[in-house]
């Protein structure tokens, strides 16, 4: 940076209480217009929560009210009291929780190969990563169902848990790049001189540092995970027992009579969870997702 | 950076360790054999997978009894019954002619299916069960029909189904209308309705609705296809076929029922907007019947047979319906067929009828229901008057699944195409279809 | 994105034997290489040969059909015009995906922390709905007869899934209401990483807000920008649920296809498995083409992977 912005710095910090004072009216209505904006898009969300609480036949009312006057738990009462819906839930949980563990774990291994050492290939690599992103997922179902077939996961959650592991991966790594690069180099050299180990540096310096990174790639994850519904519908085939909550959602979708406070009290069930994530982990993902910018 | 040895040979080692045990067939795309086990165990878990219809649990109670029964007469064998979504069927029950090991022992499935399932190897020809089966020589020809491949039985009917003419009773006695008699009347009391009511659709109809549409085609002499015996031939763009879908697409606009919104309509649509009170008639089914009934329209409608195109004709309905079938990678036999039998059986369909109003598919047992429920006589008449099935092809569930029809429809009623482009077009693929499996 | 290489270069620390980045790399190659490549690897097969439900259930044998498949979906209308509404959708959702998701970025870096708040809990409520509740509810806002927007509007009961344009347009809405969060958080981290006092020099140096973007910001946020940019083309030519969702499978007569739905349609409903499998491997090429020709040109400016 030239010392023109650093004269230019001094002068901001001068006049810092000036500049808001002038600024004030720009701010309000970019203040309003954030707001409005965020109830826009907010409101699909509160049409659904709406929905789910509106008792029967109120959501198919030709004068559709924005609120509900007699707000009903019927039903989220159909959606708990499906067979085994705590079981749904739970496996759903697994699911998500081990293709986030696993493909976190692998996606480290792999950022950290690909950014901190040069070798033959590397750059073929990252673009493989990158082209293994475009596959189409719907087009793989049939292979897949063969495969999982010949490894007998049909019907069992190892048959979603594998095939979400390898298409979370690629974009894992891809966006762990950014922060596995991020961790100076001098720590690395600061660690051996110290005389750690490769495996010591790895798990108990870089790990740490870029776990950060780990949280804001996880939510990918962990969205397609939980949200998919294609794989579960191809491959648990015949056993209810290792169903996932999309599938308990897709009940709910008659074609002929589709009940809607069904489906919007699950969705509000299966969106709860992950919105409850991603408070949690805004702080990280926004400063994460930062740093892989910092060069 | 050059690669060493080692790495090298750890190159050559992921690689193998990635496609190792995957590559069970070399060069060709993985199939499944779907051979019959020739297992036939006594005891054991018979899977079964049932449709899951509108309103199930009178259906539910009927099943589980006649499965109380059923286990209690074979020690040792469990029975798990499943009711499947009827939208993602299709996909459910090719998945488990892929995959035996998960494959349920028995199914109900859509007799338009029966030529497809069986060319694709996953029912169980059970011609000798069959015969030996005292109630089956009451079984409706049709019905029987519906179970049959090249001579040879793959499952038992479950029920029939037939469309008639819903329409509202209050309406044409506000408007002093009569019922129609003719197909032409139709149209003209549909329009009649729409002109006073304008907050009705006059018979509702839908774009996607083929088995609504196909008595329009066949009342004017129309066929889907003519042949016989494997080798077919579309005749859905002949001359008469053209007049019937003419006559059934000039039902869509604003004098009857929109195209902007019946266009992407499907059977389904058009009896919820009947029950709802949105139309003065629609074309509906027997198993319709319930869910007229919990609408808002009870007590305010009457159903007669659909006219056909002279006065006093009936219009041939298409003989829909569902059966049972054995999968061929069952590995109980004896207690899978036996289990069918049970819930095909005379007595069961009664009491079935009497849950979800599903026809019975024996003639005599029929009878006996339409004594007891008046509102079936005008779908056992059109019965009687002769129905027409789909071709008994395995490509049919190809044309079905593809939506050759609804598309040709879809494009008539939104004015992409004339009826010849739109039917030409449709008999094109429809041949392809039969050409492929020929 | 400049590599670190500092590390690499010796070969004197245990870190950088050649070995050990793929010793690192084994484990996502082995699952790419297993469940990405190698059915990759049976979808190119299948492409090749006559594969229907009969032969999958193997009541028929498989036969080889060469490049039968391709020549039957390349002679067929329905492909080109299908592959031209694919392109012009996924191109029309990419801009409007990335210019909301930076202008709200922009917008969220102007505001104070209750604005900011709202306007981030809102976006990551929609990035967390499930791509089929967020159709579905979509529809029902614009539901000729129980919707809200109609209403609002004063549409009367007009039919958004009726016309080809609007149909796409109510998709293109919802696509994105649900893919604009990731650009957005993700724009919006890259200019939190930015010294805030370079911002503030530029703007007092009376910079227009354009130009403070364009020779300030961008230039810094470009890595950023190019990740943004190639997710958004993939994600966006593969929109899937959304069209199946919101127009029924391909809407009326088939006039909302987008390749993916073709492609699943054709597999699945017809159970053309091979048809499918050869729309697949075209689809996988054109995106291939799209990104190359974006990384070479992003390469011949000096970017570096």
Redesign the interface.
Known sequence: MSGNVVQRVQRVQGVRGVRRFVRRPWRLAAEVSALVIAAVVAFPLYWMVLSAFKPAGEIESSEPRPWTLEPSLDSFRRVFGQQEFGRYFLNSLVVACSVVVVSALIAFLAATAVTRFRFRFRTTLLIMFLVAQMVPVEALTIPLFFQMRDFGLLNTLGSLILPHIAFSLPFAIWMLRGFVKAVPEALEEAAYIDGASRSRFLWQILFPLVFPGLVATSVFSFISAWNDFLFAKSFIISDTSQSTLPMALLVFYKPDDPDWGGVMAASTVMTIPVLVFFVLVQRRLVSGLGGAVKD | MKLSVRSARLVASVAALALAGLTATACAPETSDNSSSGKDEQTGTLRVWLFQEVGNTPKEKVVTSVVDAFEKAHKGAEVKIEYIPVETRAQRIKAAFNDPKSAPDLIEYGNTDTAGYVADGGLLDITKEFSAWGEASDTDPTARQSVTVDGKVYGAPFFVGVRALYYRTDVFKELGLEVPKTMAELTDTAHRIRAARPDLYGLVVGGAYTYGAMPFVWANGGELATGRGGSYASAIDSAASRKGIKAYTSLFGDDNCPAAKCAGMGGNDTITAFAAGKAGMAIGGDFSHTAVEAGKVKGEYAVVPLPGVEAGSVAPAFAGGNNLGVLNSTSHRTLAVDLMEQLASKKTQAELFDAMGFLPTFADTRDAVARKQPYVAPFVKTLAAGTKFVPASPAWSQIDSSLVLPTMFQEIVSGKKDVAAASADAAKKMDAAFGSVG | ?????????SSS????R???????????????????????Y??G??SF?Q??????????P?T?EGLANYREIFSDSQFWQVLLATVLFAAACVVSTLSVGCA?AV??T???AL??L?????????????????S???L??FD?????VN?VLGLG???W??GRLSAFLLVLLEVV?CSFPFVM??V???I??VPA??L???S??GASQLRVWRSVLAP??R??LV?VT??SV?WD??V?TQIYVMT?GGG????NLTL?VY???????????SL??A??IV??LI??AV??VY?RLLRRQGEE?
Not at chain 3, 144 to 148: K, R
Not at chain 3, 252 to 255: F, K, R, S, T
Not at chain 3, 263 to 273: I, L, T
């Open positions: 994105m400049r590599v670190g290489r500092g590390l690499s270069r620390r245990p870190l950088a050649s070995s050990v980045p793929w010793l690192y790399l084994a484990p996502a190659l082995v699952v790419l290489g297993g469940l990405l490549l190698y059915p990759v049976q979808l097969l299948i040969f594969y229907t439900q009969a032969q999958v259930s193997g009541g028929q498989t080889f709200l917008l969220l102007r505001v104070r604005p900011r709202a306007l981030m809990l809102a976006a990551l409520g929609a990035w967390a709905t499930p791509a089929v509740t967020g579905t509810v979509w029902l806002l000729p007869d129980f919707g809200p209403r009961d007009h039919s899934t009726y209401w958080v993700t919006y981290a890259g939190r990483a006092e370079v503030e020099a530029a007092l140096d810094m946020l890595p950023i990740v190639i997710q993939i030519f593969k899937f029924n009326i007569a088939g006039q993916n492609a699943y349609q054709q597999a699945f409903a017809s159970s053309q498995y499918g499998s729309i697949g689809m996988l995106l291939l990104t190359l990384l992977l």
